[in-house]
């Protein structure tokens, strides 16, 4: 059974910290790698994607992917309120299927 | 807008009404999906669509069928609901397999079967 496993949090941070959440998979064969926000009763939306080794920056998040460590991490600067929310590591494994992780929960005090 | 519509937003049914959850996106993306997402569990991938007449199973396919007849369409089929499939539905499309292809999602259909 491929997996995807995420700490489940909460992970709190003050407003202005970096906030670091972790991923890891078990499937070696996996291609892309992508980040999704999902707020209290919305629909996933993407953040990031990744398929290289190294670091992928966007605006105040950066994407980290370690393949010969099956880890995958994602980095928020400056964490607002507004940051807080559930987020969602996918893994596409072999094929087209993708993977979810469970979300690890984000609260950013202000 | 581009976007994924899925109707409806709120559905309650009895045990073995058979159901149908629409989707359909305007984005003219080849990939289609289906995940349910249940507290603890998150986001498992029921079926997925690579293009047209083509499906097939994701991680929780028992229960479930669907089609894929037209690009823009791909519906949720439930024959014969059942409690344990009481969920948060999400519908999501992707341009291809590219590999920085991620999915956009629709805003979800809760079910309730009693």
């Known amino acids: 059974q491929k997996e995807v496993e995420q700490n489940s949090g909460p992970l709190s941070v003050p407003e202005g910290a970096i906030a670091s959440l972790n991923c890891t998979y078990s499937?070696?064969?996996?291609?892309?790698f992508f980040w999704y926000r999902q707020y209290s009763g919305k629909s996933p939306e993407l953040i990031m994607s990744?398929?290289?080794?190294g670091d992928k920056e966007d605006g105040r998040f950066t994407a980290q992917l370690n393949k010969a460590s099956q880890y995958v991490s994602l980095l928020i600067r400056d964490s607002q309120p507004s940051d807080s929310a559930t987020y969602l590591c996918a893994v596409r494994a072999g094929g087209f299927k993708t993977i979810f992780g469970a979300g690890t929960r984000l609260f950013v005090k202000a | 807008e581009a976007q994924v519509t899925q109707n409806p937003r709120y559905l309650i049914t009895v045990t073995g009404k058979k159901l149908t959850v629409t989707c359909s996106q305007n984005?003219?993306?080849?990939?289609m999906s289906w995940y349910r997402q249940d507290p603890g569990l998150g986001l498992r991938q029921i079926y997925y669509s690579m293009n047209v007449e083509v499906t097939d199973k994701g991680d929780v396919p028992e229960g479930y069928k669907v089609s894929r007849k037209e690009k823009r369409n791909f519906p949720l089929i439930l024959e014969s609901p059942s409690p344990n499939q009481t969920s948060l539905y999400f519908c999501?499309?992707?341009?291809?397999?590219?590999?920085?292809?991620?999915?956009?999602f629709g805003s979800g259909t809760r079910l309730t079967v009693v």
């Open positions: 499937d070696r064969g996996s291609q892309s």
């Open positions: 990744i398929y290289s080794n």
């Open positions: 999501a499309s992707s341009p291809g397999g590219g590999l920085n292809y991620g999915y956009t």
């Open positions: 984005m003219n993306h080849e990939y």
